[in-house]
């Protein structure tokens, strides 16, 4: 599991509109934002905790029978054996060409979104698990993209109009926190309908940037990826976009 950063951008998070917790397990660090608590805040939060846990220890469980699913920075072979969980994880990992801990974040961030609109019937939630966000709104909203040091961190805003279905928002970074970057990307944004492939293509594509003019090419192949909705690139004081989402500037 990748190990704990310091969350000090989810301070501008939700603002007035969602009521919001933040849930934490191991090394597993979940801020939820939905309209109104279905139930008790302690409850609620409660409810979370045992989700987060109970996938944590599939997965952990796993690494220990199976010790390349953990280390591996290349897709492994799937296993029509393993939990549903760790399946998913394979099948996006091979889809990304990436290892399947490459989509771990955005697994756990989908899966307590489902079972928290499952659960709850909520009209709005977001999940965000380290920059990597499960989302289902119906009424826009603005998505801050943070890209460390870079001068346009926490300047730019993926616009996500009324979704009828969740998406994936999923960002990777070589100068944010502790997880290995093969590249040099300040950020690396994927939205999608699977949060935990969206999660795997931006660790993906992250790996690829070395130099700006990289940014091009990156944006290219994510332009013939059907599964990708829109991708963000952000390197130092440079930065572009494809896809149907628009960004703004934030003032």
């Known amino acids: 599991m990748n190990e704990y950063i310091s969350r000090d951008y989810r301070s501008t998070m939700g603002g007035n509109r969602f009521k919001s917790v933040t849930v934490i397990y191991r090394e597993i660090d979940l801020w939820v934002g939905i309209n109104e608590f279905p139930v ?61 801990m490459a989509c ?45 040091e870079s001068p346009l961190s926490n300047k730019l805003s993926l616009e996500i109009e009324a979704e009828p279905q969740p998406l994936g928002i999923c960002t990777s970074s070589a100068s944010v926190g502790h997880s290995k970057s093969f590249g040099k990307a300040d950020a690396v944004v994927i939205v999608g309908a699977s949060t935990s492939l969206a999660d795997g293509l931006a660790t993906r594509y992250c790996n690829q940037v070395k130099k700006t003019a990289d940014i091009k090419s990156i944006l290219d192949q994510c332009r013939k990826n059907k599964k990708i909705q829109t991708a963000a690139v952000i390197l130092d004081n440079s930065f572009g976009v494809v896809g149907k989402h628009k960004v703004k500037v934030v003032p």
Do not use: C, W
């Open 104 to 148: 771990v974040a955005g697994l756990i961030a989908e899966r307590v979104g489902q079972k928290l609109l499952t659960d709850y019937h909520l009209d709005e939630v977001i999940v965000e698990n380290g920059g990597d966000i499960f989302l289902k709104i119906q009424k826009p909203a603005l998505i801050r993209i943070f890209a460390g």
């Open 40 to 100: 008790a805040e302690k409850t609620f939060k409660a409810h979370i905790y045992s989700e987060i846990k109970m996938h944590y220890n599939i997965i952990a469980s796993y690494i220990k029978n199976r010790p390349e699913f953990g280390t591996s920075y290349q897709p492994i072979k799937f296993d029509k054996q393993a939990p549903p969980q760790i399946k998913k994880m394979i099948k996006a990992g091979r889809e990304a060409d990436v290892g399947p």
